[in-house]
């Protein structure tokens, strides 16, 4: 008797959408994969986009099929092809075409839209920008030919990288952040010294407790934003960085329990059988705290999509969960690593820190001083893989405590 071949969908073609596709195909070598995608572009490395505006990269070297680990054999993605709903009783999901798609095993792996705040005025005037696809890199850099001056709202990492984009095209950029400092979410406002000299000593106008209220416009598109204060400063654009939300809209009426994105177990499935979710979308567990989470990096949601790949091939495999805060990129030439727990402000956590005029430290460990929980490294990051190891194994570090606060930690530690 002939086996039923699995007909699998992916609903998402970024990080967590093709490491499952990958991951499923080196499973199973019959079944069908289709990969939905609502984007124009073929799938690439989110991370790289800003790379488009300053014009370093082109697409195809952004591609993710055929590079690294993902070779996309006998995989199939459709472009342009955004689902609508998803009807779980009948195991099917619905195009924007109309056409409908039957699957066995189904992955949600659609990641974030941007947030755009309810209270500025003027968002939809030519010359505002939000960036997380290609698509709206491209744009960014054609608006970006003309104008002389861009402001950035949001302290955000991803608008920093574009900010740095636009100064890199020659460009005058003004980053506006209504909290006090820039990168709030990875680091405290006493952290952020050696960064905010790395901002200003690269050119840009850095305003940290400010709001815009109004995007200002005319026929030619934006001309301006007015402040909270009163205060109206020119631009010829405006790019909006002010969070991320999971994209489960399509979901409404399917079952799949939402709470901020799709609640998935340690195996990565939702509440319905054969539904699995990974990636920014999913809600997943900080392994230090136990808290539920969700998290938009990169090298996370393709680790999670390979968890959710395995299960969908009928390998049980284990999400082990990740930091709800872990970065690590550079910011005007200055690198670092965000991980753990890092705003220890008005609480009981110890903590360590050792700063010099080029390099920033600080670890955090349990208020009993018995684990690490966190560190932040600025201009040094070297050994951050084994404070991450540290933090992730829940590790007992009283007899190499002295060690990690002086950073004299080695990779022999962890071959005895």
């Excluded at 709030?184 to 106008?205: H, W, Y």
């Excluded at 208020?367 to 600025?378: E, W």
């Excluded at 590790?395 to 530690?413: A, C, E, F, T, W």
């Amino acid at each position: 008797m002939a086996v039923k071949q699995m007909q699998y969908v992916v609903i998402g073609a970024s990080a967590a959408g093709m490491a499952a596709a990958e991951a499923i195909r080196k499973l199973d070598s019959q079944g069908s994969i289709i990969v939905l995608s609502e984007e124009q572009d073929m799938p690439y490395f989110r991370p790289m986009v800003p790379f488009i505006i300053n014009g370093k990269k082109k697409f195809p070297e952004m591609m993710l099929i055929g590079q690294g680990p993902y070779q996309g054999a006998n995989i199939g993605v459709r472009l342009d092809s955004r689902v609508k709903a998803v009807n779980t009783a009948e195991q099917k999901v619905s195009i924007k075409s109309g056409e409908e798609l039957l699957y066995d095993k189904l992955l949600v792996a659609t990641g974030s839209l941007p947030n755009i705040p309810s209270d500025i005025k003027g968002v939809e005037a030519e010359g505002v920008f939000v960036l997380r696809t290609i698509a709206d890199a491209r744009a960014i850099a054609r608006r970006a030919e003309t104008a002389r001056h861009a402001v950035m709202l949001g302290g955000g990492l991803l608008n920093l990288k574009a900010a740095f984009a636009l100064l890199e095209r020659g460009l005058d950029v003004t980053l506006i952040v209504k909290s006090p400092n820039v990168l709030s979410r990875l680091m405290e406002p006493d952290d952020t010294v050696l960064i905010r000299e790395a901002l200003n000593k690269a050119g840009m106008k850095l305003m940290t407790g400010s709001n815009v209220t109004q995007i200002l416009s005319d026929s030619t598109g934006v001309i301006g934003v007015l402040l909270e204060s009163g205060r109206e400063i020119a631009c010829q654009m405006v790019c909006i960085g002010k969070g991320i939300r999971a994209n489960v809209e399509f979901l409404d009426k399917s079952g799949i329990l939402v709470d901020q994105g799709v609640v998935v177990d340690k195996f990565t499935r939702s509440n319905i059988q054969n539904v699995f979710a990974a990636g920014d979308v999913a809600v997943t567990f900080d392994p230090i705290t136990g808290e539920r989470i969700v998290t938009g990096l990169w090298t996370n949601a393709a680790e999670m999509g390979n968890c959710a790949g395995r299960n969908m091939a009928g390998q049980p495999s284990i999400y082990s969960g990740t930091f709800g805060i872990l970065n690590a990129t550079q910011v005007a030439d200055e690198p670092f690593v965000s991980m753990g727990i890092v705003h220890t402000k008005g609480t009981d956590y110890e903590t360590h820190i050792r700063a010099t005029p080029k390099t920033y430290r600080k670890l955090v460990f349990t208020p009993d001083g018995t684990r690490l929980v966190g560190a932040l490294f600025i201009g040094d990051i070297s050994k951050a893989g084994l404070y991450r190891y540290i933090i992730r194994e829940r590790m007992p570090v009283k007899d190499i405590k002295s060690d990690i606060v002086n950073h004299r930690l080695h990779y022999g530690y962890f071959l005895r």
